[in-house]
């Protein structure tokens, strides 16, 4: 890490000034300043994994890893789920890395490590680079080839397909980019069994179709920041009205291929009424996102509401439904009737 | 005419050696971390040869 560019990122946040710290002085107050640069340094380091996009990887996986059939020892599918975790993060700097100038220009990202200073862009690709290599290699040790191999291909398509080639260059960027975000319950299944099989496809496809109602939710109201930073996301190519039709139709999409895992028998009447209730109340907010009071161009006139309120309902729908896959596997097929009472 | 590195500070030279200090500190720490790690899979393999 770039020790310039520490300190002055650190004087530009208005926290610790370095400079401020005598190198004479021995006493308490350098040790406070110790305990507070160390702990902003750790932070900065942990921005980069971008922790709030872990929990919903990392869940996914860990449902993967729960329906499989099949047994891991603790230890191992601790390691397993370690390592997708550690996985997504380096994506996560690596994109950091690549994207650092549309993230110095982008309200929401313009505080993020690289642009402030705090971090070296260099120092930043080479943390990515060592923990996606180290996150593949437990993957391998822990388990088996075929979870190494889909685990890198999910790195590989998150950095080289989605992050360099597909976001600036097509609104349909996080469509198939998305796929990106869909492999984590494949490489939990795949640790499990060592194959891939129809369930973790299925699984990879309602992540898929998830993906677009859910970021283009988020794209609406952050369309001025995308088009500032020039990212082709759809609202700012095709506009707020044609956004808001592609998410009604993804999401009309999303509900059916949810009920593919009760269709094929993989799964009982507690996931299917938990798919069919959730999607119908996916497809409520969606609806309410169509409906949206809006100007000629269709420019919201309630400031977002209905999107800002999807895209908050999107990251609860998956993991209930989700949630409700496990459950359904854990409790066992239970009959209609059973169900009625 | 070469540029010349730039001179600091003694208060400055003391703020990088420390930030130096703290991250070596937080690698070896890491890399414990990863050694106990490997130690556990490894054991685990050696009981379960079959996994």
């Known amino acids: 890490m770039n020790d310039t560019a520490t300190t002055a990122g650190a004087a530009n946040r208005g926290e610790l000034s370095p400079l401020s710290v005598s190198s004479a002085s021995g006493s308490s107050p350098s040790v406070t300043a110790d305990v507070l640069a160390s702990e902003s340094e750790l932070r900065d380091w942990i921005t980069l994994l971008k922790p709030r996009v872990l929990s919903l990887v990392v869940f996914t996986g860990l449902i993967g890893m729960v329906v499989a059939p099949g047994h891991l020892h603790p230890v191992l599918a601790f390691a397993a789920i370690l390592s997708i975790a550690v996985a997504a993060g380096a994506a996560g700097a690596i994109n950091m890395w690549f994207d650092r100038d549309i993230d110095a220009v982008m309200h929401r990202t313009r505080n993020r490590p690289i642009p402030t200073g705090r971090i070296a862009p260099e120092a930043a690709l080479g943390y990515g680079i060592f923990l996606a290599g180290a996150s593949v290699a437990v993957m391998y040790l822990a388990t088996n080839t075929a979870a190494a191999a889909v685990l890198a291909l999910s790195i590989g398509f998150y950095v080289f397909i989605y992050t360099m080639w597909l976001k600036r260059r097509t609104p349909q960027n996080i469509v198939i980019g998305g796929a990106a975000g869909a492999f984590p319950p494949v490489i939990g299944w795949a640790a499990v069994t060592g194959s891939v099989d129809l369930v973790p496809l299925l699984m990879f496809a309602i992540v898929f179709f998830w993906t677009p109602p859910h970021f283009w939710s988020l794209a609406l109201y952050a369309n001025a920041d995308y088009r500032r930073a020039g990212v082709p996301m759809l609202p700012v190519v095709a506009g707020a009205r044609e956004t808001r039709r592609q998410i009604v139709l993804y999401t009309l999409v999303l509900v059916p291929v949810t009920l593919a895992p009760w269709l094929i028998g993989f799964s009982g009447m507690v996931y299917a009424i938990s798919a069919l209730a959730l999607g119908g109340y996916f497809l409520a907010c969606v609806w309410r996102v169509a409906r949206d009071r809006q100007d000629a161009d269709g420019v919201s006139l309630t400031n977002d509401r209905p999107a800002r309120a999807a895209f908050k309902f999107s990251i609860l729908y998956l993991f209930l439904l989700f949630g409700a896959l496990a459950l359904d596997r854990l409790i066992g097929p239970i009959p209609f009737s059973q169900l009625l009472g | ?51």
Do not use: C, Q
């Not at chain 2, 070469?2 to 720490?29: H, T, V």
């Not at chain 2, 050694?35 to 379960?48: H, Q």
């Open chain 2, 1 to 51: 005419m070469m540029d010349l590195p730039e001179k600091i500070g003694r208060a400055e030279s003391a703020e990088i050696g420390r930030r130096r200090k703290l991250r070596n500190w937080g690698l070896l720490l890491a890399l414990l971390a990863l050694s106990g790690l490997f130690y556990a899979v490894t054991i685990v393999k050696l009981m379960k040869p079959h996994l």
